[in-house]
């Protein structure tokens, strides 16, 4: 590769990582965190839970198998940059419509490629994500250190409302119709919705309306919905309070399932505490128990904060009744689920409708389904 082709990494204690480019040329800043999935890459770049964040694959060879429209799991690409080790230009698979240099060139993302992405991976799971910026113009150590120490984090800042739709929609999607009957009305708050959910929702035989964060509870409730879902998105849970006063209208009088961000959401309405981990929970391999069954799960997940556990043992005193923790992750056990005793509503901290990442936890749809029909009848 000639010298126009030139990229570099820096984040912000200093350490640099020169590779090439990939995809868009310019210059970005975001958190740096690493994804373990060792594929699903197109389901990554389109998740927007990657708002202010650039994602680290760690699987070392990434574009194989392209980028095809059917698999996009929102309307655009919202993360900051994308960081490989081997990208792979000569994608191979049927169902490929474009190169990924060629769809992060379409999406003006800047990337960079070529780094030993093992390195930087220990190094963000030893000190903890931190903010890096990619440039393909200018390639001063210094100077681009100076940049990315004088950058937000994602702490304190609200990413939902540059992520949520503009309006109200009907999810329609043909390939995914059952052929069951619309047994339920559901409405899905879009805080970065993965449209997998909305996927799930529909094959399980639910009509589903998305809305936006910002709309109010009444609003909702106006719509008589048979269930709310509070969807996944990006960034801090404590800067988005008008969804937790969003869900203080409607808590208790529908039933209420929260996924990944609105399950922190769900937890700071219910008076529960979330704080920042380390390096965050990115990838298809994390291990989580039921703690009523003692099963364990092999989850897909994508967040960097979680909620934090009551004082005293696994229940919570609420306004709302006693809260349960049912679900840990095994490997730093945080609080990965909740649930009610005295309200129909529960929440997970991982991903059930997966894209990329395992089906253990599809479940939760049914169950879903089951509050529903339990309140309905």
Known sequence: MDKKNRAILVLADGTSFPGYSL??????????VFNTSMMGYQEILTDPSYKGQMVVMTYPLIGNYGINEKDYESRNLFLE??????????PSNWRSQVSLDAFLKGKKIVGIQGIDTRELTRRLRDFGTQ????????????RLMK??????????????????????????????????????????YDCGVKYNILRKLSSTGCSVTVVPATTRSQAVLDMKPDGIVLSNGPGDPAAVPYMTENIKGFLGKKPVFGICLGHQLLALTLGLKTYKLKFGHHGGNQPVMDLSTRKVEITAQNHSFAVTPPQQGAVHKSPYGNV?????N????????????????????????????????????????EMMKCQSS
């Open 81 to 90: 940059g994308f960081i490989v080790k081997e990208y792979s230009p000569f």
């Open 23 to 32: 995809g868009a040329p310019g210059e970005t800043i975001g958190e740096v």
């Open 147 to 188: 940049k990315v120490q004088s950058s937000a984090g994602l702490d304190g800042i609200d990413l939902v409302k540059t992520v949520t739709c503009n309006e109200v929609f009907e999810w329609k999607d043909s390939e995914t119709h059952s052929g069951k009957p619309k047994r339920f009305n559901v409405v899905v």
């Open 324 to 328: 349960e923790i049912t679900h840990i």
């Open 131 to 142: 903010q890096g910026i990619i440039s393909t113009e200018d390639l001063d150590v210094l």
């Open 330 to 369: 095994l490997n730093d056990k945080s609080v990965e689920g909740l649930k009610c005793h005295s309200i129909p509503a529960f929440s997970v901290q991982y991903h059930p409708e997966a894209s990329p990442g395992p089906h253990d936890a599809g479940y939760l749809f049914e169950r879903f389904i």
